[in-house]
């Protein structure tokens, strides 16, 4: 189950209009924030995939090298698993079935509030981070 993952932090349009006036590089500093958190997230997902190991099938099948894609002024990173290539059982590992329960752990690796938090303050820093580094 790839998904897109993006930029999310409050405060973002501020940081991204400071960058400008500082003359920083936005797009190198977002496509450095998609990169840790594609790693950050798929690592989760790697650790919480493993108890599920029959065939090694729904493994091979997550995303380990994904390239930050852009859309206009819109980038993104796809993580997760490729559904075409053995990753359809993530779907049912992660929402569960009528008679197996969710994996809460490959769930919250991906969509967990914690997860999300985390990504957002990792990006968060790393955008400051590159504002002190111009700033000063």
Do not use: C
């Not at 993952?5 to 797009?27: N, Q």
């Not at 840790?36 to 190991?53: G, L, Q, V």
Request: glycine fraction near 8%.
């Amino acid at each position: 189950m790839a998904n897109k993952t993006y930029i999310e932090f409050d405060g973002f349009d501020e940081v991204i209009s400071r960058l400008k006036k500082l003359d920083g590089d936005i797009k190198g500093v977002t496509e450095k924030a998609l990169k840790e958190t594609y790693s950050f997230i798929t690592n989760k997902a790697d650790k919480a995939i493993k108890p599920h190991r029959y065939s090694g099938q729904t493994e091979k099948s997550l995303k380990r090298n994904s390239e930050v894609e852009w859309v206009g002024s819109l980038a993104s990173v796809d993580v997760g698993f490729s559904i075409s290539n053995g990753g359809l059982a993530s779907i049912f590992l992660m929402y569960g079935t009528p008679k197996m329960k969710k994996d809460q752990n490959l769930y919250n690796a991906f969509f967990g509030k914690k997860t999300r938090e985390e990504v957002m303050k990792m990006q968060e820093e790393i955008y400051y981070e590159e504002i002190r580094r111009i700033d000063n």
